[in-house]
C-alpha cells in the first residue's frame, strides 16, 4: 500500500476534473461521495439505521433510496444532517480504508467533499484542496446541476470556507480557468511518486 493522498474542494471547485487526469496518469482514485450513495442503498446496517432515524419513507418499495425525502428531511436542519453524516459517514470511511489496504500503486487518491469536516483527512499522508473563484463556482454548478444561483449560494454558504480549508491542506490546485490544470496535477504527481 503506498501514499494515501485526500482531494477536496467546494462545490464546483472541480474535484472531479482533477480525480480524472489523475486517473489517467494510472492513480487510484476512491471517490467517498458515490461510495456514501452505494453504502445508503447496499448496506443492511446502514439502511436499518436510515429508516429508524428517518423513517420507512426513506426508501420506495423498490429498495432504492428517496433522495427527494431524505434530502427534505436534512438540508437546512443541522441536527437532522448530523445524525445522517452519523450513520452515513463511517460505513464511508470503513469502505474507504478496506480499499486504501488493496491499491499497490504507490499511491492513491481520496476524492470527499467533506474530508476535513469529518475528519477523516487525519488518516491520510497528504491533502489537496481544488479551489476556484466562487463566481466560476456558482456558475459551473448552475450549468451543470440546472439549478438556481441562489441555491448553490446556499449550499457554498454551508460548507467549509476555502480559507479554512487551505490551512489544513497541503497542496492547493487553482481550477480558475486562467492557470492550466495539467501542469499542476503533473507537478503533483511527480511529488507523490517521489515521497
Known sequence: MGLKIGITGGIGAGKSIICNIFKVLGIPVYNA??????????SEEVRTALTETFGKETYFEDGSLNRVFLSSKVFGDEAQLKLLNG?????VIRA??????????????????LLFETGSYRQLDYTILVTAPEEIRIARVVARDHTDEAKVR?????????KEKSELA??????????????????LHQQFLTF
Not at 102 to 110: E, F, I, P, R, V
Open 170 to 187: 497541503d497542496f492547493i490546485v487553482i481550477n480558475d480557468g486562467i492557470q492550466p490544470l495539467l501542469p499542476q496535477v503533473l507537478h
Open 87 to 91: 450513520i452515513v459517514h463511517p460505513a
Open 96 to 113: 474507504g480504508e478496506e480499499w486504501s489496504q488493496k491499491q499497490t500503486a504507490a499511491y492513491s487518491l481520496k476524492e470527499a467533499a
Open 33 to 42: 461521495d458515490q461510495e456514501a450513495k452505494d453504502i445508503m442503498i447496499k
Open 154 to 162: 446556499d449550499r457554498i454558504s454551508k460548507q467549509m470556507s476555502d
